[in-house]
């Protein structure tokens, strides 16, 4: 009897698995981030659906094999600082953790203590809320003190940390790199003509890439040549809009190289342990009748 109640509560689980399996792989199939995130129709026809076969935004950290450009890296940085850290944070990062890029320990410190925002503190003699220069131990300061600075500097909009926003966002880098890069577009025309409704309000801006496609982030890059690269490339808004992306999958995966490695290392330990098992169960059992 017990033998019987075993098997169908077995029976039970297999079977509450394999449908989850199964509308897994249907959802999967069927992706729509257009109906995921937004049910307005006019989101729905002509949200883009970021990809990277569509706009090229091919990074060398991408795939098994993928390692990070230390010089795109420093490039993205050198946009994030003088673009993106006007209104964005990205808080989980140390100032020394710019040692992973190629800088040495000097320049790390004058990052840190050139950077425009200091760092809050207390005056040990009055108790007086103060700041003070940026040390390489620091984490990157917040833009703005709370979300209600944040609000009323940025038109009732919080910018988001972008600390973890290439992990944050399907798509991860080719959606930063689509929406800062390719998303600021004029509002189609037919759009307006189907959904009169549907244009954008004032203080927002149309960006394709967005999912309900008004975004509150005026366009970051907005000319070729914004940021002068002090390795020479040519700064196109199509570049910096990469470099930028590389950067922040960078912040939101310091350790890829490191991962990668230990990744390639297991599996070649697993492969020598396969063949000293098979080498040992031959051993063993040479001698018996299967």
């Known amino acids: 009897m017990i033998r019987w109640i075993s098997a169908v509560i077995g029976a039970g689980i297999v079977a509450v698995l394999g449908w989850s399996l199964l509308w897994t792989i249907v959802g999967v199939a069927g992706d729509s981030s257009a109906k995921t995130w937004t049910g307005a129709p006019a989101s729905a026809e002509h949200y883009v659906h970021a990809q990277r076969p569509l706009l090229n935004a091919e990074l060398p950290s991408e795939g098994l094999f993928g390692k990070y450009d230390l010089r795109q890296l420093q490039r993205g940085f050198q ?19 710019l040692k992973q890029l190629g800088y040495d320990d000097g320049q790390v410190k004058a990052i840190a203590q050139g950077w425009q925002i200091e760092q809050p503190s207390v ?11 940026n040390l390489p131990s620091d984490h990157f ?8 600075a944040a609000r009323a500097a940025n038109n009732n909009a919080v910018p988001p940390d972008l600390s973890l ?13 689509s929406l800062v890069g390719h998303g600021y577009v004029n509002q189609p025309a037919d759009l307006l003509a189907k959904f009169p409704d549907a244009k954008t309000p004032k203080g927002l801006h149309y960006n394709q890439y967005f999912a309900n496609l ?30 930028v992306a590389a950067f ?18 297991v599996l ?23």
């Open 79 to 97: 946009v994030y600082k003088e673009v993106c850290a006007a209104c964005h944070s990205i808080r989980l990062v140390a100032f020394r953790d």
């Open 123 to 133: 005056n040990p003699d009055t108790g007086e809320v103060a700041t003070r220069k």
């Open 141 to 148: 300061p917040l833009v703005f003190a709370n979300d209600v």
């Open 165 to 177: 926003m290439t992990k944050a966002r399907h798509e991860g880098p080719d959606y930063v790199y």
């Open 214 to 243: 008004n975004i509150a982030m005026p366009p970051p890059l907005t000319q070729d040549g914004q940021v002068q690269y002090l390795d020479g490339t040519k700064p196109t808004v199509d570049q910096m809009a990469k470099d």
């Open 248 to 265: 922040l999958t960078w912040t939101a995966e310091p350790n890829l190289d490191t991962r990668h490695g230990a990744g390639f290392a």
């Open 268 to 290: 070649g330990f697993l492969l020598v342990f396969c063949f000293l098992a098979y080498g040992a169960y031959q051993n063993v059992w040479r001698n018996m009748k299967h």
